[in-house]
């Protein structure tokens, strides 16, 4: 009796190879597609000038001075809520590099630098882990301000005892990079003091600076994006600005990342134009994003390298998570962010 199932060709991939193939290329679309955007002039010779006096010495102001900042993923701690976080641990088991620790604000004697609003700076066991954690090839920096606690700048009466409490814990713990999670910004008395102190401690030490804003549906907010002008005017080098997104949840109307993306790219205008970045690549690289979960579903890891995908198509300068974590695959394809 005839064999009555079809024989496949020989070359004939099986059937459940191709199906797997479809599905690939499928996804791979759908990133694509989340991806999609919403000569030069030859110099002419210049002939050398006549030579000239010397002009007269001149002590110019110290500019200040840039430091290496972070890279790929970002790891935030909140270092009250999780003292016994252990930051060399993770490092070797993640393969993460860089991590901010928060948040630092003014305790209750006024202008007086604490953790959480409670703790000294030396009294942190997890910042007191730094020193293990560079032994192993990574970093962390410092966040000031946060959605609890009163901020230095406002608890302060003045610049200098502004920068000396920032630069209390910045030499305690040899920060090369600070963060600074603005959420009042209305106060110009109160973003100037914070700005020339900042614009005072760059002119000491290398400092990576980056402010940390709300991401809104046409990206920053006036006032937020009126901050970083009068920071950026009054000296301060602001070398990363930090967006937290927040990620609708799965049930949301389609193209919630998309959404995302276009928020991302009006931030990316706003940033260019007020920092007077000319250089559209420049101030992509100027951009961090942060998702903010309020459940671990809402990232999932088609979401996750759609993230990992837009960063790297624009080298955004780090990802980072907040809130609820995602599974354990969701937050392994972020950390593996490209350099």
Not at 16 to 26: D, H, K, N
Not at 192 to 199: P, Q, V
Not at 277 to 293: G, K, N
Request: aromatic letters at 6%; a positive charge.
């Amino acid at each position: 009796m005839p064999n009555s199932r079809h024989k496949r060709e020989p070359g004939t991939p099986p059937r459940s190879i191709v199906m797997a193939a479809a599905l690939a290329l499928a996804a791979a679309t759908g990133v694509a597609v989340w991806l999609l955007p919403a000569r030069a002039t030859p110099e002419t010779p210049v002939a050398a000038p006549a030579a000239k006096p010397p002009p007269p010495t001149v002590t110019a102001t110290p500019r200040p001075l840039a430091a290496e900042g972070p890279s790929a993923f970002l790891a935030f701690v909140d270092t009250a809520r999780t003292p016994e976080f252990n930051l060399p641990d993770h490092s070797r088991r993640t393969g993460v590099r860089w991590y901010a620790l928060g948040h630092v604000v003014s305790g209750g004697e006024g202008c007086v630098p604490k953790w959480g609003g409670k703790l000294d700076p030396g009294s942190n066991p997890v910042a007191n882990r730094i020193g293990r954690l560079r032994a192993g090839g990574a970093d962390a920096g410092l966040s000031f301000g946060g959605p609890a606690g009163r901020e230095l700048a406002d608890a302060c009466d003045g610049t200098t005892s502004l920068t000396a409490a920032y630069r209390r814990v910045v030499s305690a713990f040899g920060a090369r990079f600070a963060d600074f999670e603005i959420r009042d910004s209305a106060n110009a008395d109160v973003v100037l003091r914070r700005a020339r102190a900042l614009r005072a401690l760059q002119q000491e030490r290398p400092l990576h600076l980056t402010f940390t804003f709300p991401l809104g549906p046409g990206g920053l907010s006036e006032r937020d994006t009126a901050l970083l002008k009068l920071t950026h005017d009054a000296g301060a080098r602001i070398s990363t600005v930090n967006l937290l997104a927040a990620i609708e949840p799965r049930d949301a109307p389609e193209g919630r990342m998309r959404r995302v993306a276009e928020a991302v790219r009006a931030a990316h205008g706003q940033i260019a134009r007020t920092l007077g970045i000319a250089d559209p690549a420049q101030a992509w690289r100027s951009v961090a994003l942060t998702s903010v979960l309020v459940s671990a579903d809402d990232l999932g890891e088609i979401d996750a390298r759609k993230l990992t995908t837009f960063a790297a198509r624009y080298e955004l300068a780090w990802l980072s998570l907040r809130g609820a974590a995602p599974s354990q695959s969701v937050s392994r394809i972020l950390w593996r962010t490209r350099a």
